[in-house]
């Protein structure tokens, strides 16, 4: 016999074992295993009693009281115990199973993997009654493991009726137990225990938007994606997906085949998507220093239009302490600089005459971007740093020198003008 | 049952039995679920629809993703916590759900809305609405509160405690259109509105953010009873039939729910247009939402009845019967194919099955089955998604278009407003503070302008009118940032 009210309600909602393969996936004749085993918990005294009426009467207003102490009704699972097998799996858990690449078969560390259960209740209609949520983060190996999470949702009728997995590593197409991007059709292929998730790559004709409405997730999963922010805004502002993702390649000016090349940070059509601007760009480098294999820039010369329409980009990967330093030339030359804390470890803006300036320090990764701005081009302030952003979200595209080939003093002649004159 | 007669005698099993069915005896029924199927049609109808642009031009320039927090300890303890527990509620798989800061991107908070609609559920007793005469959900004459909650009982829709303690669900609610309209729904259209102006009049920042985000909760919250209007039982008063008659609910919702999920719901069809907010469910031109699923689609329980039938019954004399059972006009049955015998047969109108019969031998059988539920979803899912992004359009209809010139701004009523309004205009200072210009309050017509100087030192400017046409009250807003 269960005494305590935590053994009462294991006894509740956990199914019986063997029993559970002959209920039907809808998960609505769960009441008697579920009668059973509240039958196992009558206290001997109780079952015992040959009062007639009042004892029955006890036992009936015994299994009434209990019930709202005890946790939740488990539904049963639409997917199976293991990959292998046909016995169905349950939505308690405990999970596990193992992320790989789907092109290599190589286990994948670092992906975000977030497990959510949903407990349902109603009395006629049907609503959300709880939910929660579990994340971690894959090995060297790639795998994971998810308890069966504690602290279960109590109440009359409260149900489980949902667990979903969602898998989500950058530059692959995020993995959801309940369906495939990106017709979200259902995935059959899930199971609870040595599920293996096949990460598939990103292809850059894809929609972001599209996918982050896929994803879904809680904040975890969403902190990871939240650089598919950009490129999904300018999306629903029109630009196609290709213009979000893909740029033509630009020959470097420097024939050195190590040159850096930032062509792929930034595109005519995602400084369209930020400013609106419906003009057309004469796309080339800034002409006061020359692309090297640890500097590049852009300069996107608005066609028929002055300068304040222009937007420039520059970049420096020059190792951690060379973009420290060229950080803090920046804020010494560049006019009206002010230190700000709005991207990367961190930046500045700066304002001369019709143009504003945005600068920000990625310290680990060695690297300083710039950008300027005309205020025709860029009215609001939120503009460049939406630029910003877009171009921080490319940079994995870009092939950035080796830490052994940096380490250069910081650049001269800084200057805010987008066409590069000091 | 074999291990409890085991464990008990029968006079002990028998009550027993009455006692835990009486506990358990809920049906898991199931309106469009909240958490996938409203909030997947949610999301279409968002994608559909120009709120993107509207938030774009309210100065929050990532649109739909513009992340917004809910702050919410601007509201009072009450609803802070009720708030909050419903929140708290959301599957975060859904994506809708906000972080534990607060913050969800505008979009999420719509589908949020959506799915709070149904929190908790017995919110959607208020989402019924018949076209025909503009009833919500009722149980038929003679019945009414206890009554009702006990004769619930023994159907299964409800518990002994909820008997008792006066929460069980009566079969009794407010008709759609009087539910979002009603004071005590706290996602309805007034609750919309008045954000939708806090939005932009409130002082502080995180106040005019926090009175957007109630905007957009109340705009999914509205759009989700919309939605209702797309389902069969919903228009058709049945709740006994479509939720209660079999354990596992409805059928069709749990179909529509096991296939397409959340992210596979079709795109919106067409975006739909209608006169006003009431005409996008019901009007007398048949063009509502709920008049054209209540004469296409069979529920569960508005099925024709089975008839009995012998070796010598016509045809016309099964239709006849059928069609006498009907407790609604339309769909009807004009003809059955009842040859061979034991074979499935489907009434197809409009080119969608809807309707399975066969002939048993002793009766015609009519039933809704999975290739029935198939053809409305594939029909009525795209079409819910067309008039709930239509509503949300309509709603946000009209807009401020603000221009600068020189020390001069110009504000324009745009958008589709017929009749114009008060426009109160703000200035925005650099800290974000908002205080009202002395002086504003010109009526604004369609089309036409208001002037205002630019104030010395001012950050931005910002402008409000409600103002109500033939489609309704709406509210208009805008704002500009000074170079």
């Known amino acids: 016999m269960l005494e305590s009210a935590g053994d009462r309600c294991k006894a509740a909602y956990y199914p019986i074992e063997g029993e559970r393969d002959v209920h039907s996936r809808d998960g609505h004749d769960t009441h008697p295993f579920i009668v059973q085993q509240l039958i196992s918990t009558i206290p001997k005294s109780v079952k015992s009693a040959h009062g007639g009426f009042l004892s029955n009467l006890a036992v009936a207003v015994w299994l009434t009281a209990l019930v709202p102490s005890c946790g939740p009704v488990v539904e049963n699972a639409p997917f199976s115990a293991r990959p292998d097998s046909l016995r169905s ?73 949902r667990f979903t997995l969602m898998v989500y590593r950058r530059g692959y197409v995020a993995w959801r137990s309940d369906g495939i991007f990106p017709t979200g059709e259902p995935r059959g292929d899930f199971a609870q225990q040595g599920n293996r998730v096949r990460l598939e790559k990103w292809q850059a004709s894809m929609s972001h938007y599209r996918h982050l409405v896929f994803l879904g997730g809680g904040p975890a999963i969403r902190a990871a994606a939240a ?83 222009d937007v420039g980009l520059r ?68 503009m460049i740093l939406r630029l910003a952003k877009l171009a921080e979200s490319h940079l994995p595209e870009v092939k950035l020198p080796s830490p052994e080939s940096t380490g250069l003093v910081p650049s001269s002649g800084s200057s805010l003008v987008p066409g590069g004159k000091p | 049952m074999r291990r409890l007669g085991l464990l008990v005698r029968p006079r002990f099993s028998l009550v027993a039995l009455v006692g835990t069915w009486a506990v358990f005896s809920h049906s898991a029924a199931r309106a469009y679920e909240p958490a996938t199927t409203h909030a997947g049609l949610t999301e279409r109808a968002v994608e559909a629809s120009r709120l993107h642009q509207v938030l774009s031009h309210l100065g929050r320039p990532l649109g739909l993703l513009e992340p917004l927090h809910i702050s919410l300890d601007l509201l009072d303890q009450d609803e802070r916590r009720a708030l909050q527990a419903r929140l708290d509620a959301l599957d975060p798989a859904g994506g809708y759900r906000p972080g534990t800061d607060g913050v969800a991107g505008a979009g999420q908070w719509v589908v949020a809305g959506a799915v709070l609609a149904k929190t908790p559920p017995e919110r959607g007793a208020n989402h019924f609405l018949d076209p025909a005469n503009g009833k919500g959900l009722h149980d038929g004459p003679g019945l009414s509160g206890f009554a009702h909650s006990l004769r619930l009982l023994f159907d ?66 509205v759009m989700a009873v919309l939605e209702d209007a797309g389902q069969p039982a919903f228009v058709r008063n049945d709740f006994r039939g479509a939720f209660l008659q079999r354990d596992g609910g409805s059928a069709y919702e749990q179909f529509v729910a096991a296939h397409y999920g959340r992210s596979a719901l ?138 600068v010139a020189g020390t001069s701004v110009t504000i324009r009523l745009a958008g589709e407003a017929k009749e114009g309004g008060a426009v109160r205009v703000f200035v925005e200072d650099g800290s974000g503070q908002r205080r009202e210009l002395p002086g504003t309050g010109a009526i604004l017509s369609p089309g036409g302008e208001v002037v205002v100087s630019k104030p010395a030192g001012a950050r931005k400017l910002a402008a409000v009118l409600r103002g109500r046409d033939a489609g309704g009250p709406f509210v208009a807003a805008g704002e500009v940032t000074l170079p």
């Open chain 1, 89 to 161: 799996g349950d939505l308690l858990g405990p999970f596990d199973g193992m992320v790989v690449d789907d092109e290599t078969d190589r286990p994948l560390a670092g992906a975000v993997v977030a497990g959510s259960w949903a407990f349902v209740r109603g009395i006629g209609l049907e609503g959300p009654a709880a939910a929660l949520e579990a994340v971690t983060e894959t090995g060297a190996d790639g795998r994971y493991r998810l308890k069966i999470p504690a602290d279960l949702p109590r109440g009359e009728g409260v149900r489980l009726r």
């Open chain 1, 227 to 309: 650089w598919e922010v950009q490129p999904a805004g300018l999306e629903l502002d029109g630009a196609s997906p290709t213009a979000t993702s893909e740029r033509p390649t630009e020959t470097a000016r420097v024939g050195s085949a190590s040159a850096l090349n930032i062509s792929s940070l930034l595109s005519e059509d995602e400084v369209r998507g930020v400013t609106g601007y419906a003009g057309k760009f004469e796309v080339g480098k800034l002409a006061d220093r020359a692309t090297s294999d640890v500097y590049d820039s852009r300069h996107f010369k608005a066609l028929d239009k002055p300068e304040t329409y």
């Open chain 1, 315 to 382: 970049v420096w990967a020059i190792g951690t302490e060379a973009a420290e330093a060229q950080f803090r030339k920046l804020i010494g030359d560049l006019p009206s600089a002010v230190a700000t804390e709005e991207m990367g470890d961190a930046s500045l803006r700066a304002r001369g005459g019709d143009v504003t300036g945005f600068a920000f320090l990625l310290r680990e990764k060695g690297v300083v971007m710039q950008l300027s701005c005309g205020l025709a081009q860029c009215p609001e302030p939120s």
């Open chain 2, 156 to 221: 299964g829709g409800t518990s002994v405690r909820g008997l008792v303690a006066g929460t069980a669900f009566t079969l009794e609610g407010k008709s759609a259109l009087n539910w979002i309209w009603s004071p005590g729904n706290d996602l309805g259209i007034p609750v919309l509105l008045d954000n939708w102006e806090r939005a932009v009049s409130l002082a502080g920042p995180r106040a005019r953010e926090a009175a957007l985000v109630r905007a957009l909760l109340a705009l999914g919250g």
């Open chain 2, 266 to 403: 079709p795109a919106a069809a067409t975006l739909v247009s209608r006169p006003d907010i009431a005409s996008f469910f019901a009007s007398v031109d048949g063009k509502g939402l709920a008049n054209r699923t209540q004469r296409r689609f069979f529920s569960e329980g508005t099925i024709p009845a089975d008839v009995s039938i012998e070796r010598d019954t016509k045809v016309a004399d099964v239709v006849r019967r059928a069609r006498e059972s009907l407790e609604y006009s339309s769909p009807t049955l004009s003809s059955l194919v009842l040859r061979p015998a034991q074979s499935q047969h489907y009434l197809a109108l409009e080119g969608h099955r809807v309707l399975a019969y066969e002939n048993t031998g002793t009766q015609v059988r009519f039933f809704l089955d999975d290739a029935v539920f198939a053809d409305m979803a594939r029909t009525l899912l795209p079409e819910i998604a067309g008039y709930a992004a239509g509503l949300l359009n309509h709603l946000l209809r009209a807009r401020l278009e603000m221009a």
